[in-house]
């Protein structure tokens, strides 16, 4: 069975966030269940494509719009990554450093789509599913059922995973022609509210989709920023598949970004030894609870929260733990926590940027992973913080309900509140604090975190089911 991921992120190539993650990690464990799974994404000028060889396995011309673009779609040699990896690169336009945030963004991901679509019908591939990741290749199931230019693959059947239903790459219908030929009395598929809407278009013309959680599948049709009629109207193709982690990556026994690997049995001397090092780089003292906060600074993440909820808890709780930020995003809210920073520099210390070891290392250092998202489609941070021993701190929502229960709860483990509030965050606060003064039971909760499977065999495995049931002759 062969598999095309489209996506606009995979790890370690480009990553900004969880869906890097995930095409990093599915196609790998497809690949071992015996699919024939591959990438493709755009070509990012970054270590990655430096640093490794690729053959051109296509090269041609295509239109967006009046625009002739000269594409080549790039192989890595190797397959090292567990699946063959290709890259679709337009000198000028798809070459660039960053992953998001370029003004031309809009033609820079349909060209990515139609350079794809030109090179597997072109050359004759016949793939057996092709698998759209978010809105950035959310046009191709439009194009192939309503573009004469791809009739040929018109009956592929296509998948799309949502890991972020709050972003459609939206434009306008001034942008129509850069679509190659299609159906014009189909517009209608492309259409939400008024604009060319990627998203939209692609859960009207996929075959099926998925969310990255079971909660998250039921919340959209609630709030998914003007999409709700549409999933409560499409909501009988719709599946929720919780994500896993690499479990190859994402390992405290053999982490090269972690100072001091541990395995479930030496869990109290590793995580002191790999807390000290955090502590030390960060001057905080290594004696009392370390409570961490790690991703993008955004409305989403509840992160605008964060700076009145700590300077609650500092002083409901003087002296009586530390607080650690690793994240870039909103300007106004990296301001506020510089400023929580300056104000209590013995409690309190915020990395602005993107750092991949220094993400491992608060996994395996903190003591507490706080969560206080307003919307987390599955969320990865606590299963890696899970997987690390650290006890997950999160508000109930998503895929956070799906992945963690409560250690008041039969069978629990972790921290759940109900709202992302600054109220909650204290209270929640509170209850880590307490729960770190019984030495035996954190101990208990963190080897039965360390314990919990959320590898991807069994994952993998639905999106396997799934394939199968659109292409029963697989
Ligand atoms: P998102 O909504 O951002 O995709 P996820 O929880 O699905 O959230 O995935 C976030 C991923 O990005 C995790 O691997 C997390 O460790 C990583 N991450 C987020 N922000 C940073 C950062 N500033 N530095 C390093 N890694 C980060």
């Keep these: 069975m062969r598999i095309f991921h489209l996506s606009a992120e995979c790890y370690p190539i480009a990553k900004v966030g969880g869906l890097a993650d995930v095409v990093g990690a599915l196609p790998k464990y497809q690949n071992l269940a015996g699919l024939q799974a591959a990438v493709v994404m755009p070509f990012y000028d970054r270590k990655f494509t430096q640093e490794n060889e690729f053959d051109t396995v296509f090269q041609a011309s295509t239109l967006l719009g009046t625009r002739r673009l000269y594409f080549e779609i790039l192989k890595e040699k190797t397959d090292k990554l567990g699946f ?10 798809i070459d660039r450093v960053e992953v998001y945030q370029y003004p031309d963004e809009t033609e820079q991901f349909i060209a990515f789509q139609i350079a794809f679509l030109d090179w597997i019908s072109y050359s004759q591939q016949s793939p057996d599913i092709i698998h759209c990741h978010d809105h950035h290749s959310g046009l191709v199931p439009f194009l192939l059922q309503h573009s004469k230019l791809y009739t040929r693959l018109a009956n592929t059947p296509t998948v799309l995973t949502i890991h972020n239903g709050q972003y459609h790459g939206s434009f306008g219908w001034d ?27 692609a859960v009207k013309c996929c075959w099926r989709y998925t969310t990255v959680s079971p909660t998250y599948l039921r919340e959209l049709s609630i709030s998914s920023n003007g999409l709700e009629y549409l999933f409560y109207l499409e909501g009988a193709k719709g599946q929720g598949i919780i994500n896993g982690i690499d ?18 049995k030496q869990i109290t001397k590793g995580k002191q030894a790999n807390k000290e090092a955090l502590c030390s780089r960060f001057d905080l003292s290594p004696d009392k609870p370390l409570i961490s906060f790690i991703g993008r600074l955004v409305g989403e993440k509840g992160a605008d929260l964060l700076p009145a909820a700590m300077e ?81 701190m999160v508000r ?48 208990f909760l963190c080897k039965l975190m360390m314990a919990l499977d959320f590898s991807w065999d069994r994952s993998a495995k639905e999106y396997i089911d799934l394939y199968k049931s659109l292409n029963p002759t697989l």
């Excluded at 063959?84 to 336009?93: D, F, S, T």
């Excluded at 998202?373 to 299963?383: F, I």
């Excluded at 972790?414 to 606060?429: F, K, L, M, T």
């Design 84 to 93: 063959e990896l290709y890259l679709v690169k337009i000198p000028g336009l």
């Design 175 to 201: 942008k129509l022609f850069y679509l190659p030929e299609i159906d014009l009395s189909k517009t209608g598929l492309l259409d939400w509210g008024g604009a060319i809407n990627p998203l939209a278009s």
């Design 247 to 264: 479990t190859d990556v994402w390992d405290p026994n053999k982490d090269p970004m972690i100072p001091n690997k541990f395995s479930i």
């Design 312 to 392: 609650e808890s500092f002083n409901e709780h003087p002296g009586g733990f530390n607080f650690l930020v690793l994240g870039a995003g909103e300007k106004d809210t990296e301001t506020e926590l510089l400023e929580l920073k300056a104000f209590y520099p013995e409690q309190c210390n915020v990395f602005i940027g993107y750092d991949e070891a220094l993400a491992h290392l608060i996994y395996a250092g903190s003591d507490f992973l706080l969560m206080p998202s307003r919307v987390e489609p599955c969320g990865l941070n606590q299963l890696y913080a899970m997987r690390y021993g650290t006890l997950p």
């Design 396 to 443: 109930s929502t998503g895929g956070l309900i799906d992945t963690v229960i409560d250690f008041g709860d039969e069978g629990g483990y972790g921290i759940r509140y109900n709202h992302a509030s600054v109220e909650d965050i204290c209270h929640a606060v509170t209850r880590a604090l307490s729960l770190y003064g019984n030495t035996k039971h954190t101990q």
